[in-house]
């Protein structure tokens, strides 16, 4: 059975999407786009051979009843997007940020639960075999116990960059550099440690001229007791992704910018520990951490009418742990998780107080 997609957005990251699409082959068809500028949308459509164009997403879920949308908007309209699609039978696979709360969070969840259809977030750091290989050992307890994590995203955006109207403000980006850029390393980091327990947060505004933060900072402690760092930047022209993970037996660290492959890991085991570099040296494929490594994954699950990997559900430690820092940074204290219910205002938008 071929599932039907379409795409909703056709900005810069929906490109991404459609080739992806089109490298699945025969599993799924792209049928239809739609944007809110008819220009472009026509243009994509002629570039990434899409027959059907709409003018508005509820005018494409009504004439094609797709099985999958892709949602490749800006930030503020994911989550209505979501909730639409899911409850007009479709399921989704959605870019990042999924959504720009914890009470957007569990409107989707609820959305999917109401019409038994998913919704997966777009975390392609999670779906490369590299990363899938190392969150097989933890789990079997190779490398021992975790003790120490860094997580550095350290990105360079200019004027030009933010000179998109919906960039660069709490309403419509939700976020800066916490949540537009480094929520792919942070959410990769939170996937291979584990549950965390306290965030103590900074973030600033230091060279740019907008409202969300270009610069945050953030101490962690996770329920193994393991502590970690995280830096996100889009202030650093030296432009890096790094993420290294301290375990009693063996250091791995991954450095690339957008998208890492095998060759961009490390991994160096203590003294006496050399079954765990063999342990790592057996990592079966070389996936690169890419949409469509992630988006194999969603059309498996759908193809098996089960819930597909990095859904609604698994969200929630990232958003929580950035709307924690968020809130760390405005009350300068800690935040411990589990601590931002209905009724906060980091509950209903990612950056609370920051936001208004």
């Not at 027959?51 to 997403?57: D, F």
């Not at 350290?154 to 309403?171: E, K, M, N, Q």
Request: hydrophobic share 45%.
């Amino acid at each position: 059975m071929t599932l039907r997609a379409a795409l909703v957005g056709t900005g810069g990251i929906a490109s991404e999407h459609a080739r992806s699409l089109h490298a699945a082959g025969a599993r799924v068809q792209l049928v239809a786009a739609t944007d809110v500028d008819p220009r472009r949308l026509a243009d994509f459509c002629e570039t990434h051979s899409i027959p059907h164009a709409y003018p508005s997403a509820a005018a494409m879920l009504a004439a094609e009843h797709p099985d999958l949308i892709h949602i490749c908007t800006p930030p503020a309209t994911h989550a209505l997007l979501a909730v639409e699609a899911l409850e007009a039978g479709a399921s989704v696979f959605c870019e990042k940020p999924l959504c720009g709360s914890l009470a957007e969070l569990d409107r989707i969840e609820a959305a999917e639960t109401r019409s038994g259809r998913f919704c997966a977030g777009v975390v392609q750091w999670r779906f490369g075999s590299a990363a899938k290989h190392l969150k097989r050992l933890i789990a079997d307890g190779v490398p021992g116990r975790a003790l120490l994590a860094l997580c550095q995203t350290t990105w360079y955006r200019d004027a030009v960059y933010y000179s998109a109207p919906w960039r660069g403000r709490w309403d419509t980006e939700l976020g800066g550099a916490t949540m537009g850029q480094g929520i792919h390393a942070i959410d990769l980091l939170l996937w291979l440690m584990g549950e965390w327990r306290e965030v103590d947060g900074t973030v600033a505004t230091l060279d740019h001229d907008m409202a969300v933060e270009d610069v945050s900072l953030a101490v962690l402690r996770f329920a193994s007791g393991a502590l970690g760092s995280v830096v996100s930047s889009v202030c650093s022209p030296h432009e890096e992704t790094r993420l290294r993970f301290d375990f009693q037996k063996a250091t791995f660290e991954v450095a690339c910018l957008y998208a890492y492959s095998n060759r961009d890991w490390l991994c160096t085991p203590a003294p006496d520990a050399e079954e765990v570099l063999r342990a790592w040296s057996s990592i079966p494929s070389d996936v690169p951490g890419v949409h469509s490594a992630q988006l194999a994954d969603v059309l498996d699950a759908l193809e098996a009418g089960r819930r597909p990997p990095a859904s609604a559900a698994e969200h929630r430690p990232t958003i929580e742990l950035i709307s924690a820092l968020y809130k760390s940074a405005a009350t300068r204290t800690a935040v411990q998780n589990g601590s931002i219910r209905p009724g906060d205002p980091f509950y209903e938008h990612v950056a609370g107080t920051l936001a208004r």
